[in-house]
């Protein structure tokens, strides 16, 4: 097969699926891995009727036995994965002294630990074309704390650690991993976390003065992805409006 296949986690709606658009409509042969069943099937339907080439996976991102299956299935239909986009990832803001460890271990358990486990799988197939890109989509949250955040901050630093340290021991093999960081952007799961005084302070903070799209990450994501991002390795994007290099913003 000449096309490459990219594996996209989370991509049922959101952010993973501004993701898997724009890789599909640049050629890649897409599979949508989600939970929700419906959601990534009626995805990968939609973009085949477009012309993209594309199919979908159930996959819990938490548990390992399910991504232990999902690329058991992709090795047996296609026999490689040449890029990975680690999108999945839950959220849930509550103050540190109140934070309970279910919700600290299930944070960790999907954003970071599920990264790791799938990073690791799809790396063993990319080795056979010494070629692979690994996309770790982290958090504005893993640079720069904010309140209530104990969990999804903490899990998205250890992503970005994670990337380097992939990056570092992959790239003799022509394997690189990058993570892309968004600061707050109009989704689903920003709709249903973002109150309305985080949604002003954000505004507030933001120098670009609004949220982002999914599609403005996708094209942070797309281009790690292809062939001209083969010499950036080991790096974090921020696709945040401005919002990490920030200061005072009025004089």
Known sequence: ??????LVTGSGAGIGA?????????GRH?????????????LAADMT????????LTMDIGDRASIEAGFKWITETYGRCDILVNNAGIAKTLPFLD????????????????AFRCAQQAARLMLEQQWGRIINIASTSGMRAGAGRTAYGTSKAGLIGLTRQIAVELAPHGITANAVAPGPIETPLS????????RAAYNRLVPAQRYGTPGEVAGAVDFLASDDAAYINGHVIPVDGGFLAAGVLSD
């Open 99 to 114: 934070y309970p460890d279910d919700h600290w271990e299930a944070t960790l358990r999907v954003n970071l630990t599920g």
């Open 49 to 56: 009727s477009r012309g993209m080439s594309a199919d979908a």
């Open 30 to 42: 897409v599979v949508l891995a989600d939970l929700n069943h419906d959601a990534a099937h009626a």
């Open 191 to 198: 709709q249903a976390v973002h109150t309305a005084a985080t």
């Open 1 to 6: 097969m000449n096309e490459r296949i990219a």
């Open 18 to 26: 501004a993701i898997a658009e724009r890789l599909g409509e640049h």
